[in-house]
Every structure is written in structure tokens, then in C-alpha cells.
């Protein structure tokens, strides 16, 4: 795995004495190396593998850290959330603990439409304030590279409002920030039940302002009875491939409206959540190569009854992605770590489908796997280190975070 080898003037920094989980792809589980080093040289890995095989002319002027055998991952990626919203919906919580569902509570006016009227309200700058100790919260855990998706503005000027504070964040923290467009989110009040009418918008107007102002990365949708038709969505992703974006969706979560099979005809980077999604559906995102991304914080916090189709994803060797799809309805949840135990403890994940799903798989979900997701030269040096002696630990605790330091870029 050795990269570049020759000593240019960029500094070089070496963490030695350290166990890797490369994650590589022709390794077998997480593609430990044991007394293992990785090299950092303007911004990328330049060097990751034994120690041993260090070329020498790295070494030479470099800056060394010895990790005093700490376990060395990939930068961690959070690759579906909402965390750009306004205040919180602790009182619909307390509805459903009182019986309500989610659905009654968002068919009586509350749900998503409730944090669209807040995040209205809210200036661009009290957005990325309130959105920061959200991100801090991920950043402290290790996560080098987080999506954001829009979705609580539902009007040209307040999506693109949105999606300006992504943007900002990550020019605010040492943080990849990856954004999607998330239009087809819900309904806004002034639309007046008329869905087609608003898809006219999110697919027309909307679409053209943040493609345009280059705010969005990619383009996801809410394919559900609460939400938006197939036929609704594919509006929206025949506009969105007019601007060359990349789509996700939010397939098959309360009920299976064939979303999995409508992203994979689009050649989704991802479908998410996918509880109720069909053994056809899964079939053709293995066809298409769509990552499935489970999110267990909004499987737990709505205490859905329904798993997604974890044996189906593996027999037909569909990739599986973790996320905590923070938002302020369905997963007020900000620890990826504990997503990767609750994608486990709920989902029978393993821990080597939860690790890669956190990093390798995520960067895939994310159109990033170039780039992240693995120990191996070429792609940015994103690194978290860990106080662990197993990566077994970094799933098998709850709120506790063995972070020892995180690394973005080379710093
Ligand atoms: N599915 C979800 O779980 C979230 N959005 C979506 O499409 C819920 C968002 C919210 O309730 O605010
Ligand atoms: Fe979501």
C-alpha cells in the first residue's frame, strides 16, 4: 500500500507504533494491520500499512507521533442527517409517549411542519448557532466527514437559507460537510394539500436556485404516504439529473411504496431507512449498486416494529451504511457511536458491517469513496485514534466515547 515515495518539501507527518483498521477493499473484515503506521503529506495519506514497509525517504524531516499502540480507523462519516434545523420537538415526544404515532402527530399539524415554521423563523446565522454543538457533538466522536440535508425550509428562499448554513459549518469547523437538497421533505402549509403543485416548485424553481448557487451536493426525497408519491419523486430526480445532481431517498421507512426499486432505477448513491422495503426492491439496488443506509436512531425513537432487510442486503450483497439521521422528530440523536451499537444490539449487524457502514460505506453512500472511508494512500488523511483494545469496543459501549484524537486533512 505504499503511496508516493519521494520527500517533497510539504510536511510529513508519520503516526507509528499504531493498530490499523484500514478498511481497505482487498482486505478480508476490517483489514487490520497489527504495528502498523500511516503518513500524512499535504492534506492526503501518503503511507498506510506496516510499519516495516515505511519508505525511508518519508521518514526523513518528518514530524512523528508515536500512537503508543492505539487503534488507528478512518475518519468516521455521518452519512444521512438533518442537523441543520431549529429548536426541538421534545412536546410531540411527549404526545407519543402519551399514545399518539408519529403519523397522528404529523397528520394534526405537528411533525415536520412544525420545524419548518421554526427554521422560517430563524436567521441564517442563529441556524449554524444552534446547528454547532450538534456538529461538535458528531466531530467529538470522530466524525471527519457529515451530510447535511435540507428539507425544513420548503421554500426557495429558506432551502437555499439552509443549505447556505451547511455550507458554513463546514467552513466553521475542521469538517467535510456534504450537502443535499431535500425540497420533497413535506408540505408546507401554504401549498394547501396540493402535492403536485409543490413538486412543480421543489423540481422547477427550488432546484434551479441551489444547483445553480452550487448549494447542494446531491438531491434526496421523502417517498412515503405522509410524504411524496414514485411518480412525485421521479419528478424530482429527472430535474435534478438536468443539473447533473446525484439522488438519495428516504425509501420504504413506515410503509413499502416501492422506493427502494425507484432509487435504484436512478442509480441512487443511497436508500435510507428501508424498514418495509421488498425483495425485489432490494434486488435492484444490489443491481445498481445502491448502498443501503439504516438508521436504527429513528427506528428506536419512533419504536417502529419492523427491521430493515438485513439478511436480504447480505445475501444479495447490497452494501450497508450506519447514520444517525439526526433530526428533531424521529432521531435527536447526535452519537454515531451509539448508532453503531444500536445498529448491532437492533439490527443483528455485526461489528465489522458496523464499522465499515461508519466509514467505508458511508463515503460510498455519500459518492465519497475516492476520497474517505479507508486507510489508504491517495485519500484524505482523516483519521480518528482511539483508546481501545479492540474495535470491538467502539460498538459494544453506550455513551462512552474512547476518542483519542481526530485527525482532518493531516491536522
Ligand atoms: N424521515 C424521517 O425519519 C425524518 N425525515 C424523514 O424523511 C423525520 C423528520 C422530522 O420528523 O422532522
Ligand atoms: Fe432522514
Known sequence: ??????????????????????????????????????????????????????????????????????????????????????????????????????????RAGGGIVSSVKALRAASEAELVAQTLPRLDALIAEGVTTVEIKSGYGLDVANEAKSLRAARQLGELRPVTVRTTFLGAHALPPEAKGDKDAYIDLVAGPMMETVANAGLA?????????????????????????????????????LSDLGGAALAASYGAFSADHLEYASEAGVRAMAEAGTVAVVLPGAYYFIREARKPPIGLFRRDGVRMAVATDNNPGTSPLTSLLLAMNMAATLFSMTVEECIAGVTREAARALGLQAETGTLEAGKWADLAIWDIESPAELVYRMGFNPLHARIWRGN
Not at 501518503?46 to 516495516?52: H, K, V
Not at 514497509?53 to 487503534?71: F, K, N, Q, S, Y
Open 1 to 106: 500500500m505504499a503511496g508516493d515515495q519521494t520527500a517533497g518539501s510539504a510536511r510529513v507527518r508519520i503516526w507509528r507504533n499504531a493498530r490499523l483498521a484500514t478498511l481497505a477493499q482487498g482486505l478480508p473484515g476490517l483489514g487490520v494491520v497489527e504495528h502498523g503506521a500511516v503518513a500524512a503529506r499535504d492534506g492526503r495519506i501518503a503511507f498506510s500499512g506496516a510499519e516495516a514497509d515505511l519508505p525511508a525517504g518519508l521518514e526523513a524531516g518528518a514530524e512523528i507521533v508515536d500512537c503508543e499502540g492505539r487503534w488507528i480507523t478512518p475518519g468516521l462519516i455521518d452519512c444521512h442527517t438533518h442537523l441543520v434545523h431549529a429548536g426541538n420537538r421534545a412536546n410531540e415526544f411527549q404526545m407519543r409517549l402519551a399514545g399518539a404515532t408519529y403519523e397522528e402527530v404529523a
Open 217 to 253: 451536493d446531491a438531491v434526496d426525497g421523502f417517498c412515503e404516504g405522509i410524504a411524496f408519491s414514485p411518480e412525485q419523486m421521479a419528478r424530482v430526480f429527472n430535474a435534478a439529473r438536468k443539473h447533473g445532481l446525484p439522488v438519495k431517498l428516504h425509501a420504504d421507512q
